[in-house]
């Protein structure tokens, strides 16, 4: 199999072993970089502990918790001190880590993120607690600011399941990548033209979950070769496109 072309592939659900032609069965590590947990989103249904020992069971080797940034979840604005309403919105991944230490699944910090323009959703990988501390208004911001601002950050950005309804598809230039297989069956999220938008511009394509229900479980995610240690890992597995996209 080709490396490093982000190339897309379909795999069965549960599986995490890949056959190639040339290597035949060979291990490879599954990740779902879009789920949300009731302790934060209150559009989740599913704690955090629980959201882990799901994936784990399911033979993920990791996942990114991505809960809704935006102030109708979690708001700068209510008087409480930044750094409280933060700590709030970190509780669900701070939740899953320690879950996820206990029983061997890796947890990583991430976010979607929406902005007062319009009703897009990112996920946002690599921010930072000193970035989102000194940033209190981050809604404030548009794609366009908030590209600007983190542009020599070592942060990505994904347009999440751009071609849902009331999405606004944004220039590729402002992301690093899409949503190219957005599993959520609650909506439709087109991702056939997702993957097109995708593939014309050169963008990073990533396919999650969107998991917020017990039975979301299963359903999209990236495979890769390696094992990713931490945050850090992952952007570079992201940006390099060292992965294949499960498109079910
Ligand atoms: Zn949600
Ligand atoms: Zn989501």
Redesign the pocket.
Known sequence: MKRGNNEVIIVERTSYKITTEDEGWKKVYKYNFHT?TSDV????NVSAEIVVREHKEAGYQGIAITD?CWPGFVDPRRGDPWRKTYEFFKSGYAAAKAEGDKIGLDVFFAM?LRFDENYNDYLVFGLSDEFVLANKNLSELTLATFREKTKDLDVLIFQAHPFRNMMKLMPAKLLDGVEIFNANERHDSRNHLAEAFAKEHNLIGISGS?Y?ELHDISRGGILTDVRIKNEKDLNRILRARDFEVILK
């Open positions: 949300h989103s209150p559009c989740g809704h979607e969107d917020h």
